[in-house]
Every structure is written in structure tokens, then in C-alpha cells.
């Protein structure tokens, strides 16, 4: 019985400690784990700040719009054997347009429809699925070929045009016909899914 005694005692500081070292680890990995999360909202606020801060909802994607075209200007300023700077550049601007169609198509485009400028709205979004071929077009080509710039100059004036559409005529135009209130909601939701994306 004495033998029992021992052996069923061991077990139970063994199981102490191993319970020690899980309780560690649990604490460790929830530690890291808000660390983590921590990070991942502090990065999303830091790349959605300046959206946020540029002011209404129009002269935030105005401000979205210099952003992207600095993007195509460093972009243009490459030559055949930048590849690598072309690469990052491309995956710079393809994450900043996403963010940029989610909070319009999202948000803009359908308070577009409601203030009753449904050709416009449907007009935007139909360039913004062109917008997305440029960018597969201009992932899937060698970075150092003869093309790949054309392409990337022929994808700027598009999208200037599509840029300037927006700032000169639609957003205007709607923002006139809103309310202070509805803006100010606009300019809110239109952050929040900048903020998903970010």
C-alpha cells in the first residue's frame, strides 16, 4: 500500500507542475495573442489615418487619389532593372486600390444611387472592374519587359480619367445634394471599411 502511496503522490506533483507550465504557455500565447492584436489595429489605424483625417468623405478619396498617383509617378521613374522596386510598388498600389474601391463600392457608390445618380454610380464601379484587369494584366507580365511600362501608362490615364469624373462632377454634385448630417455619416461609414481593408 506504501507503494501505491508513493506512486499516486509522484503523478500528482508531476501533474502540478505540468499544470505550472500549461498555465505559462496559456498566459504567454493570450499575451502574445493581444499583442498581436494590438499591432494588427494599431497598423490598420496608422494606414487609414490619413483617409480619416483629409476631411469629408470627397476630400478623403481625393486624397486617396494623389496617394495612388504618387504610386504610378515613383511606378513611371523605374526602368527594366528595377524589378524589385516595380514588385513592391505594384503590390503598394494594388492594396491601396482595394482599400479604396471596398470604401466606394461599399459605401459612395451606393449613396450615389440613392441621391439618384444611379448611371453614375454604375459607371464607376463598371471602371473599377478595369481597374482590377490593369493590375492582372500587370502582375502577370514580366516587371522588366518593354510593355510593362506602356501598360502602366496607358492603366494612369484611365484611371485619371476615372478620378476625375469623381472629383469634378458626381462627388460634387451628390455632396450638394446631401444634408450636413447624412455627409458626416457618409464620411463615418465610408472610414469604418476603409478600416477593414487597411
Given at each position: 500500500?506504501?507503494?501505491?502511496?508513493?506512486?499516486?503522490?509522484?503523478?500528482?506533483?508531476?501533474?502540478?507542475?505540468t499544470e505550472t507550465n500549461y498555465g505559462a504557455l496559456a498566459g504567454a500565447a493570450a499575451g502574445g495573442l493581444a499583442l498581436g492584436v494590438l499591432a494588427m489595429l494599431g497598423r490598420k489605424a496608422a494606414v487609414q489615418a490619413p483617409t480619416a483625417l483629409a476631411?469629408?468623405?470627397?476630400?478623403?478619396?481625393a486624397a486617396e487619389h494623389k496617394a495612388v498617383l504618387k504610386l504610378f509617378d515613383a511606378?513611371?521613374?523605374?526602368?527594366?532593372?528595377?524589378?524589385?522596386?516595380?514588385?513592391?510598388?505594384?503590390?503598394?498600389?494594388?492594396?491601396?486600390?482595394?482599400?479604396?474601391?471596398?470604401?466606394?463600392?461599399?459605401?459612395i457608390y451606393p449613396a450615389l444611387r440613392e441621391a439618384g445618380e444611379v448611371a453614375g454610380a454604375d459607371e464607376l464601379n463598371a471602371e473599377h472592374g478595369y481597374v482590377k484587369q490593369?493590375?492582372?494584366?500587370?502582375?502577370?507580365m514580366p516587371n522588366?519587359?518593354?510593355?510593362?511600362?506602356?501598360?502602366?501608362a496607358k492603366?494612369?490615364?484611365?484611371?485619371?480619367?476615372?478620378?476625375?469624373?469623381?472629383?469634378?462632377?458626381?462627388?460634387?454634385?451628390?455632396?450638394?445634394?446631401?444634408?450636413?448630417?447624412?455627409?458626416?455619416?457618409?464620411t463615418l461609414a465610408m472610414n469604418k471599411e476603409g478600416f477593414k481593408l487597411a
Open positions: 500500500m506504501a507503494t501505491t502511496n508513493t506512486r499516486t503522490r509522484k503523478p500528482a506533483a508531476k501533474s502540478a507542475a476631411g469629408d468623405w470627397d476630400q478623403a478619396l511606378l513611371q521613374a523605374t526602368d527594366s532593372t528595377n524589378t524589385v522596386k516595380r514588385s513592391v510598388l505594384l503590390t503598394q498600389m494594388k492594396h491601396a486600390l482595394a482599400k479604396h474601391a471596398l470604401e466606394e463600392e461599399n459605401v490593369y493590375l492582372y494584366e500587370l502582375e502577370n522588366n519587359s518593354d510593355q510593362f511600362l506602356t501598360t502602366v492603366f494612369r490615364a484611365d484611371i485619371e480619367d476615372h478620378m476625375r469624373e469623381e472629383e469634378e462632377d458626381l462627388f460634387p454634385r451628390v455632396k450638394a445634394k446631401l444634408s450636413a448630417e447624412k455627409n458626416k455619416q457618409l
